[in-house]
């Protein structure tokens, strides 16, 4: 009885052998396969989540998956917008459509709450194509016609234009100017009116792109050119109104002018408010001219002053970089994970991006470090004293370029954790906006100075000649003089030997007085203004 017994139990001892290998086999399987599955997602897989830390953004979202985001940024442009307080209706209406591509045009003028404007109207006319009119129809000269002094043919169009924005003229100077504005009367009436309006939003314009959405960064700007255009009207007609004696009529001009700016730079787009801040200074351009000019009387040069004063200030730069900048940014960055590096234009770009193994890098926390460094921008471009806001800037300059170091260790950013990958793509993306800000700063120190000029006015119209010291003009003209916007220290100002000129003018950005300002031949980094009598230099 005690064999079967032992046998019996060497079976039983050998099956729990064969189901415990079984066992661990299986369980061994499993772990291999979790593990392999691990791999595979960090080698294979895409690892970034959709989050308001990485993405910025959660909804909506695209069909493949990515945030929508020219969708979102649509939506915080267009809050409270209506086609009754929208500029850009009016500004359409004196367009035309053929400036919004076709494959766009139903989608783009419906945002709008507007129909489709016809496709022939009394639409605004631009400089070029007038230009093109002008050489169309100009007979051809002779071989042996006499040339300027320089060798070519007598002045463009442009150049004659450019004379005409920034000193007064009369018809039988410019008879081509006039010309070009009276025929653009009707849609410069209706731009005026848009420019009363408090609001101007345009839908974002992405071209399609290999079956899907383009990249937010591609987005285009259709109506860009016409809007300096209609400046350029604005600025023309005030200087031909100050030739004329209308002084009342020129400053309205120029105020349309600074409207037209103001309302062009609204949006969380750098684009539209480097267009804006060009238009501005084409406006404190004839500011400037309106200043020297004789038949102002004091009383005219301080209520013009004051008027400009009372302006809503030029749009700040944050939301175009907390918005636009960075989610186009971004998304570049999941483009580039979800598609490879073809989605990216050809340049410094691409050829960075290729080198990236985009398989090994863990983009969670690249976005985290990407959204902190935009983070860091925007609340600088915030700090409303500009000593402290250049530091803050500076800051976020010298972290770009440590990271840019950082990146020279190729190895470094496979199986990353850290958001290194974000020392590879920042300094190539951010960099952009310092030239902005530049301009921002260039544009606020000018209009200090167009302010200066104008109290300058009122006090040789009382007198008969400018101040020696700009001290004199307070307290009667302006309560303090305002010191230059890049050093705190006073501006410089120089009258000419007879009193009837002078020249007034910041250091500018180096913050060193280098002697040459920017219209000078070489072109310095002064910011200046001079009257047309005064023969100082810096």
Known sequence: MSIPTIEAAAASERSFRRAKRTVLLAITGVVAGLLLFIVWREMYGEKFTISPETTYITEPLREDGLPDYAAALDALASVGVTPENNAAVLYWQAFGPEEVPAFAREEFFAKLGMEVPPPAGDYLITSAAFEKEQQAAEPAAPADAPADESG????????RLDRAMNAPWSADDEPVVVEWIQRNEKPLGLIV???????????????????RPGPLAGEMFPS???????????????????HEGDVPGAQEDLLTCHRLARSIAQGPSTIRWLCGNHIESFALDGDAALAHHAGMSSADAISFRDRLASLPPMPTLSEAIDQGERLACLDYILRFVRYGEHVLPDGTLYSTF???????????????????????MTAATREPDRARRSTAVNEVRLRLGGMRDDTEKWWRVVADRSGLAADLVAPLMIPAIFPVLDAADRGQT??????????????????????ATLDELAPRYIEAIPHDLYTGNPLIYRMSDDGGGYLLYSVGPNETDDGRSQEDDPAGDDIAIRTPQSEATP
């Open 446 to 467: 000018k209009f200090q100075l167009v302010q200066l000029a104008l109290t300058l006015a009122a006090h040789r119209a009382d007198h008969g000649n400018y101040p």
């Open 224 to 242: 860009l050119h016409t809007e300096r255009d209609a400046a350029r009207l604005l600025c023309a007609w005030a200087m031909r109104r100050l």
């Open 152 to 159: 070519q043919g007598g002045p463009t169009f442009s150049e």
């Open 193 to 211: 009116e848009g420019t009363r309006r408090s609001r101007h939003y345009q839908p974002a314009l992405i071209p399609p792109e290999e079956n």
């Open 354 to 376: 290729e080198r990236v193994p985009t398989k090994l890098v863990h983009w969670d926390m690249t976005l985290i470090r990407v959204n902190d460094l935009f983070d860091r």
